[in-house]
Every structure is written in structure tokens, then in C-alpha cells.
């Protein structure tokens, strides 16, 4: 008897408010959607199915999705890759039109007698390791770069913020002259083919470590994507290295290498925590600890061990 008394009121409760549990469902119900990215309330109409197309192809799962999609807004734009992208053109049109050289072509002395190209000789220099990006040596070069680091660099950019992209770009870039002043000394730099590596370097990490929680045509489409891209670069690479004998044509391998290897690690975990805190990950902490002791190697080396002395 006491049990009936007990469950009773309980019985009444529903029975008066029918609605309650309808109620509950939609509220239910909302937020899943809000989780799967179908209701963003931070953004216009238009800039939604832009953000929804971004989630797809820059982030790994359905649950990044949700999560992105949550506080995806539009600003602020991606102002770091259209900023570098502008100062890169400006400058080539500079050497281009204002030198006295066929800059349009290939690279020549204006350029050589840049104060941005990095040079062995001019090592003391130290601004050099990180302005030679802002050189480019022909159309071809600066088309590829640009066009590139726009297309991917502004997408992730979206994402990730610009302050993130500046990490794994110019990490790329740093890394480029000091692995190139060691293993391919007497190699002058110039491009920002040692950024644009490392963007590619870190969204190919992310694709190939959560490969099995994408769509397989969007898996598939990616590798594909950064296959052509690299493949197509490195192809123009070996020809201008090894068949063109002129020294100005020479490209390094090696800046590509380490701007792609900075990506690897560096791009890797900036990208991968896009939800969280970066200075609260210790595995940033990690890369930068690491990042910054084979830098002080470059340094010592160049210093004191480096042939081009």
C-alpha cells in the first residue's frame, strides 16, 4: 500500500503534463543537431555551408565537426596568409618591373643583390633565414607558392585562427635556411616553399593519423590532392637541380624537406588541437623544446663548423 502511495503522484505528474516529455525530446533533439553541425547560430546562412564544407575536408571526425561548427564565425578572416601572400606578389613585382632584369622568367641579379635572399656569404645576416620567403625566383615559383598557401593556408586558417598558421608557416620557413645552411650550404634561398611545405606537412599528418575515422572519398580525395601537389613540385625540383646546369637555377631540397618536417611535428599538433588551449598542450611545449635545440645546433654549426666560412 505505501508503494502505490508512493509511485501515485508520480503517475498524476505525467498524466497532467503530457507535454513535458515532448519537451524534453526537442531539447534533446536540438542539441544533437547543434553537435552535428546542422544548427550554428554564430553565422549567416551563406557562411554556415561554408563552415560545414571547411569541417569536411580540415578536420578528422564528426565529432570535430560538431565542435568547430559550434563557434565557427567568419571573423576574424583569414588575414596572416592574404597579408603574406600580398607582401610575397608586391615584392616580386618590385624585382620585376622596377629592376633591371627579366624577373618575369627566371632569377637574376636584382634579386641576387636583394637585401631579402638569403646568401651563405651574408649569413651574419640573420634576418635573411626568414625573409628569403619573400623572394621568388620567376612567375612559375610565385604562382605555385602563392596559389597554394591560399588554397590551403586560407581554408586551415579559417579553422585554426591565424595566429596558429603564423606557428606552423614561418616554423616551416626557419627551418627551411637552417637545414639547408647545413646540409646544402652553398645554396642561396629564396621562396616560401619551406612555409607552404609545412602546411601541407601538418594537414598530411592529420589526414594519414585519423585516417580510418574519415569518409574514404574524402580520405582518398585528400592524399590524392597532396600527392599531385608534391609530386608536381618536387618533379620541377629534380629538373631544375640536376638538368639545368645555371647555379642560379638551382633549387634546395633541403629547405623543402625541413619546412615539410617542421610540418610533420610542429603542423601536427597546432592542428590537432584546434579545440583546445595550445599553451596548455604539452606536446606543443615538446615540439618547441625540440624545434628550438635544433636550432641552436644550426647556429653553432654555422658559427663555427659551416664550409661556406
Not at 503534463?17 to 526537442?26: I, K, R, T, Y
Not at 606557428?167 to 621562396?191: R, T
Request: hydrophobic fraction near 50%; include cysteine.
Amino acid at each position: 500500500m505505501a508503494e502505490m502511495l508512493e509511485l501515485q503522484p508520480v503517475d498524476n505528474r505525467d498524466n497532467m503534463h503530457p507535454e513535458a516529455d515532448e519537451l524534453v525530446e526537442l531539447r534533446v533533439e536540438k542539441d544533437s543537431r547543434t553537435n552535428d553541425g546542422e544548427d550554428n547560430s554564430n553565422c549567416c546562412p551563406t557562411c554556415q555551408s561554408m563552415h560545414k564544407f571547411l569541417a569536411e575536408w580540415m578536420l578528422p571526425d564528426k565529432e570535430s565537426h560538431g565542435k568547430y561548427l559550434e563557434r565557427a564565425n567568419c571573423l576574424p578572416p583569414p588575414i596572416f596568409i592574404i597579408i603574406i601572400s600580398i607582401v610575397e606578389l608586391g615584392v616580386f613585382i618590385y624585382y620585376a618591373i622596377w629592376k633591371p632584369q627579366k624577373q618575369w622568367i627566371t632569377l637574376e641579379n636584382g634579386v641576387w643583390d636583394s637585401p631579402f635572399i638569403y646568401r651563405p656569404d651574408l649569413r651574419q645576416e640573420a634576418w635573411r633565414f626568414v625573409s628569403y620567403m619573400l623572394v621568388h625566383a620567376g612567375v612559375q615559383h610565385i604562382l605555385n607558392n602563392v596559389i597554394v598557401q591560399l588554397v590551403l593556408g586560407m581554408a586551415l586558417e579559417l579553422v585554426h585562427k591565424g595566429h596558429r598558421i603564423a606557428i606552423v608557416y614561418l616554423s616551416g620557413v626557419i627551418a627551411g635556411s637552417l637545414g639547408s645552411s647545413i646540409f646544402d650550404p652553398e645554396i642561396a634561398l629564396v621562396g616560401a616553399s619551406g612555409g607552404v611545405y609545412a602546411l601541407i606537412g601538418g594537414y598530411f599528418t592529420n589526414v594519414i593519423v585519423n585516417f580510418d575515422q574519415m569518409k574514404p572519398l574524402f580520405r582518398a580525395f585528400r592524399i590524392a590532392f597532396i600527392l599531385v601537389m608534391v609530386i608536381s613540385d618536387v618533379s620541377l625540383a629534380i629538373y631544375r637541380r640536376y638538368i639545368i646546369k645555371d647555379l642560379a637555377e638551382k633549387v634546395s631540397f633541403v629547405a623543402h624537406i625541413a619546412g615539410g618536417l617542421a610540418g610533420l611535428s610542429m603542423g601536427y599538433v597546432v592542428f590537432s588541437s584546434f579545440d583546445k588551449e595550445l599553451l596548455k598542450d604539452p606536446r606543443f611545449w615538446m615540439c618547441i623544446a625540440v624545434y628550438i635545440a635544433c636550432a641552436l645546433v644550426a647556429v653553432a654549426y654555422n658559427l663555427w663548423l659551416s664550409p661556406a666560412n
